[in-house]
């Protein structure tokens, strides 16, 4: 009950820093960070997969409205959440325990490395592609994938530096 | 049916992320003809009291250097009025105002705040704090200080969100002021300082440097709203036309206040060219 109440928490937060922060920063008008993506990476592999299904589309279906570009998120953020458990199970070190929030400290630096920049990159091929759909530069595309995602990952390891 | 539904619970998360995907995608998908979605975007209550409260701060510590802005620009149109009265005379100037006076004007303005605005999409929409009940309407024009802002599009009672001229959706009828010849307005996606003036026709004689300004013909925007200046020219694809390219005097990046034009225009006028449009739609040979 409190880990759950902690999660709405956490996700409130993420919520209102990717709307009225984070997609308020176009670096060199290409890149921005989805720092939401970083609390789909963070539930455990025993967590239901119903449950953050759901979580991701909500938090994808919110950041979206508030953004005029409804199903866009919502679309690529549900599924993150859906290959986030094969993704994370697939880098997961042997001494991996289950109920662990994958993290550095639980996983080794290399390992969340690799698992970060998987479930990030996922994300960010198919949210522009998605973005993309009326108006097609693949030079474009190309360059928000990369410099968005690069962005991403120094944000989300920065946070990681951080954390306890 | 035991089966069956130890199949469902095995795959229940297979079937829940089908399900939620296909929701997303027919948002996705049905959004842009979807006039009722005004939930489902920005203009929501929600999101408009958050984006109201975000849009106050930022203003706060950007008050200065707008205030500044302001006051050059009184300065200038100060001056530019100080040497047209000496032109004029001051007889005639008071003549042409009571003149004015005397007949009802054809817009009329509400004046409005963006409380949020994007510049990088590829296709931009800002939402304003007023709505339906300060009497703002759908596909009424919008224009800041300095020109032509867009066009509304979804109205919810309290806000409501605006296709920016940076929309590729958005069309805006032009001309180039002073040689009368007229074109549509539309931007490629590109910079967010630049858009297209499509469909010039090829005898039309033009500098770079000339001004270019709203046409008036559709009831949106009066005629003579300032829109940018003419920075290059080009053939368009069919080679039929000219496409100029058009540096626009809007600073969207620093779009604040903004005014909403409520068209004063005849029921008369309204109602021939809803006519007009309809019959082409109802006819079969229009389509082209």
Same mark, same amino acid.
């Given at each position: 009950?409190?880990?759950?109440?902690k999660?709405?928490g956490?996700?409130?937060?993420?919520?209102?820093?990717?709307?009225l922060l984070?997609? !308020?920063i176009?670096?060199?008008?290409v890149?921005?960070?989805?720092?939401m993506?970083?609390?789909?990476?963070q539930?455990?592999?025993?967590?239901?997969?119903t449950?953050?299904?759901l979580?991701s589309?909500?938090?994808?279906?919110?950041?979206?409205i508030?953004?005029?570009?409804?199903g866009?998120?919502?679309?690529?953020?549900? #599924?993150?959440?859906?290959?986030?458990?094969?993704i994370?199970n697939y880098? @997961?070190?042997n001494d991996?325990y289950?109920?662990?929030?994958p993290?550095?400290?639980?996983?080794?630096?290399? !390992?969340?490395?690799?698992?970060a @920049?998987?479930?990030?990159?996922t994300f960010?091929?198919?949210?522009?592609?998605?973005?993309a759909f009326?108006?097609f530069?693949?030079?474009?595309w190309?360059?928000?994938?990369?410099?968005?995602g690069?962005?991403t990952? #120094?944000?989300?390891?920065?946070?990681?530096r951080?954390?306890? | 049916m *035991?089966?069956?539904?130890?199949?469902?619970?095995?795959?229940?998360?297979?079937?829940?992320?089908?399900?939620?995907?296909?929701?997303?995608?027919?948002?996705?998908?049905?959004y842009?003809?979807?006039?009722?979605s005004v939930?489902?975007?920005?203009?929501?209550?929600?999101?408009?009291?958050?984006?109201?409260?975000?849009?106050?701060?930022?203003?706060f510590?950007?008050?200065?250097t707008?205030n500044?802005?302001?006051?050059?620009r009184?300065?200038?149109?100060r001056?530019?009025?100080q040497?047209l009265?000496?032109?004029?005379?001051d007889?005639?100037?008071?003549?042409h105002? $009571?003149?004015?006076?005397?007949?009802?004007?054809?817009?009329?303005?509400?004046? $409005?705040?963006?409380i949020?605005?994007?510049?990088?999409e590829k296709n931009?929409?800002?939402?304003?704090?007023?709505?339906?009940?300060?009497g703002?309407?759908?596909?009424?024009?919008?224009?800041d200080?300095n020109?032509v802002a867009?066009?509304?599009?979804?109205?919810?009672d309290?806000?409501?969100?605006?296709?920016?001229?940076?929309n590729?959706?958005?069309?805006?009828?032009?001309m180039i002021?002073d040689r009368?010849?007229?074109?549509?307005?539309?931007?490629?996606?590109?910079?967010?300082?630049? $858009?297209?003036?499509?469909?010039?026709?090829?005898?039309t004689q033009? *500098?770079l440097?000339?001004k270019?300004?709203t046409?008036g013909?559709?009831?949106?925007?009066?005629r003579?709203?300032?829109?940018? *200046?003419?920075?290059?020219a080009?053939?368009?694809?069919?080679?039929l036309?000219?496409?100029?390219?058009?540096?626009?005097?809007?600073?969207?990046s620093?779009?604040?206040?903004v005014?909403?034009i *409520?068209?004063?225009?005849s029921h008369?006028?309204?109602?021939l060219?809803?006519?007009?449009?309809?019959?082409?739609i $109802?006819?079969?040979?229009?389509d082209n």
């Amino acid at each position: 009950m409190e880990i759950t109440i902690k999660r709405i928490g956490w996700f409130l937060v993420f919520f209102i820093v990717q709307i009225l922060l984070l997609n !308020k920063i176009h670096l060199f008008h290409v890149a921005t960070p989805f720092l939401m993506v970083y609390f789909i990476m963070q539930f455990p592999l025993t967590y239901p997969r119903t449950g953050l299904l759901l979580w991701s589309f909500f938090m994808g279906l919110l950041i979206d409205i508030s953004t005029n570009i409804p199903g866009v998120t919502a679309a690529s953020l549900t #599924i993150v959440g859906f290959i986030q458990p094969y993704i994370l199970n697939y880098f @997961a070190p042997n001494d991996f325990y289950e109920m662990d929030t994958p993290s550095v400290r639980t996983m080794t630096f290399q !390992k969340f490395f690799n698992y970060a @920049a998987t479930v990030i990159f996922t994300f960010c091929i198919i949210f522009f592609s998605f973005e993309a759909f009326n108006l097609f530069h693949f030079g474009d595309w190309l360059l928000r994938v990369v410099f968005s995602g690069a962005l991403t990952l #120094i944000f989300i390891l920065a946070l990681e530096r951080f954390k306890r | 049916m *035991k089966n069956l539904l130890a199949f469902i619970q095995r795959f229940s998360h297979w079937i829940l992320f089908l399900l939620l995907e296909v929701v997303s995608l027919s948002l996705l998908f049905s959004y842009n003809g979807y006039q009722g979605s005004v939930w489902f975007s920005s203009a929501n209550n929600i999101n408009g009291v958050m984006y109201e409260c975000s849009s106050f701060f930022s203003n706060f510590f950007s008050q200065s250097t707008i205030n500044n802005e302001l006051t050059q620009r009184i300065i200038a149109l100060r001056d530019e009025n100080q040497l047209l009265r000496e032109k004029l005379g001051d007889d005639a100037v008071k003549k042409h105002l $009571a003149s004015r006076e005397s007949q009802p004007p054809a817009y009329s303005y509400i004046p $409005a705040k963006v409380i949020s605005n994007t510049i990088t999409e590829k296709n931009n929409i800002m939402t304003l704090d007023k709505g339906y009940d300060d009497g703002i309407r759908e596909d009424m024009g919008v224009v800041d200080a300095n020109g032509v802002a867009g066009i509304v599009y979804l109205v919810s009672d309290n806000y409501c969100t605006v296709l920016s001229v940076l929309n590729s959706h958005t069309r805006i009828s032009c001309m180039i002021r002073d040689r009368g010849s007229f074109g549509t307005l539309h931007w490629d996606a590109k910079q967010y300082d630049t $858009a297209n003036l499509e469909d010039i026709p090829r005898h039309t004689q033009f *500098k770079l440097g000339d001004k270019v300004v709203t046409s008036g013909y559709s009831t949106i925007f009066p005629r003579g709203i300032p829109v940018g *200046k003419i920075i290059g020219a080009s053939n368009s694809s069919d080679g039929l036309s000219y496409k100029l390219k058009v540096l626009l005097t809007t600073d969207f990046s620093h779009l604040r206040d903004v005014r909403v034009i *409520k068209s004063n225009a005849s029921h008369e006028r309204k109602i021939l060219e809803e006519i007009s449009t309809d019959s082409l739609i $109802a006819s079969p040979d229009s389509d082209n």
